[in-house]
């Protein structure tokens, strides 16, 4: 499992994806979750919208699993 450390309250899924270079676009990221069994915390997403806290796992077909985790000062 990866780590994705944010500053912020949340990230959307959106933002993740572009993150980790799954998408380049939000418009990609829209039909990437329309198309892709994507998972956040264990259930299907199909909002790139979606806020993910600290905790939340999100599961990327063929790419990985990651954690959102709070960055460090």
């Known amino acids: 499992m990866k780590k994705v ?5 949340f990230i959307t899924l959106g933002q993740l994806l572009k993150y980790v270079d799954h998408v380049g676009t939000g418009g990609e990221a829209k039909i990437t979750l329309a198309e892709e069994e994507i998972r956040v915390d264990g259930e299907r997403e199909h909002r ?6 600290p905790g939340s796992v999100v599961e990327i077909p063929k790419e990985g699993i ?8």
């Open 5 to 9: 450390p944010i500053s912020t309250e």
């Open 48 to 53: 790139r919208g979606r806020k993910l806290y």
């Open 66 to 73: 990651y954690e959102i985790v709070k960055k460090q000062d």
